[in-house]
């Protein structure tokens, strides 16, 4: 079974940069893509991004600016950086395995980050 | 760009009965890449159904998932206590554009 666990600052000032790690055990690292998403208290989910093993990512249009994914295959970890944050990126940050045939099957349990001074 | 639409915005019923969930595209979309998602307060949203209508492991077979080309649905045969929740379509962009989710159905107890 597949576990993810995301970690990182819950308190980021604005104009700042946002760093989170998601860490993955359980399963194969290179099985899957590896997504970031978010969801802002009581809306919608967005995707942010995802990043392969390899380390190739696409990003979601409307962050691609801001957003920088990485992975570090010696530590099944794979990270994401969004610079330049304002309050509209307070959101709860999700981790999750990303497969073109299933789609999410994995995540992590979620980390709220707020973008506050 | 790729927008799902999702109706009803809230669903009401009482447990026992039929929940039929609707999401919708502009244009047609590969049934490969549509799945759907239930989430509950607190938690982590939850992979139902893939490929428009294969149940992810573990998810009872109450919930099935159908449809093609631009109208999608997901059914609940007989709501449990457990079933109220939001639930999310996804898509799928195999040109590039990652994931797109619709903007949710809540289903809760009448």
């Known amino acids: 079974q597949v576990q993810l666990q995301e970690s990182g600052p819950g308190l980021v000032k604005p104009s700042e940069t946002l760093s989170l790690t998601c860490t993955v055990s359980g399963g194969s690292f290179s099985n899957f893509y590896w997504s970031w998403f978010r969801q802002p208290p009581g809306k919608g989910l967005e995707w942010v991004g995802y990043?392969?093993?390899?380390?190739?990512?696409n990003y979601n249009p409307s962050l691609k600016s801001r957003v920088t994914m990485s992975v570090d295959t010696s530590k099944n970890q794979f990270s994401l950086k969004l610079n330049s944050v304002t309050a509209a990126d307070t959101a709860i940050y999700y981790c999750?395995?990303?497969?073109?045939?299933?789609?999410?099957?994995?995540w992590g349990p979620g980390t709220l980050v707020t973008v506050s001074s | 760009e790729i927008v799902l639409t999702q109706s009803p915005g809230t669903l009401s019923l009482s447990p026992g009965e039929r929940a039929t969930l609707s999401c919708r595209t502009r244009q047609r979309i590969s049934s490969r890449y549509l799945a759907w998602y239930q989430q509950k307060p607190g938690q982590a949203p939850r992979l139902l159904i893939y490929g428009a209508s294969t149940r992810a492991s573990g998810i009872p077979e109450r919930f099935s998932g159908s449809g093609s080309g631009t109208d999608f649905t997901l059914t609940i045969s007989r709501l449990e206590a457990e079933d109220f929740a939001v639930y999310y379509c996804q898509q799928f962009g195999n040109s590039g554009e990652g994931f797109t989710f619709g903007p949710g159905t809540k289903v809760d107890i009448k």
């Open positions: 999750a395995s990303s497969s073109v045939r299933i789609g999410n099957e994995y």
């Open positions: 990043v392969y093993y390899s380390g190739s990512t």
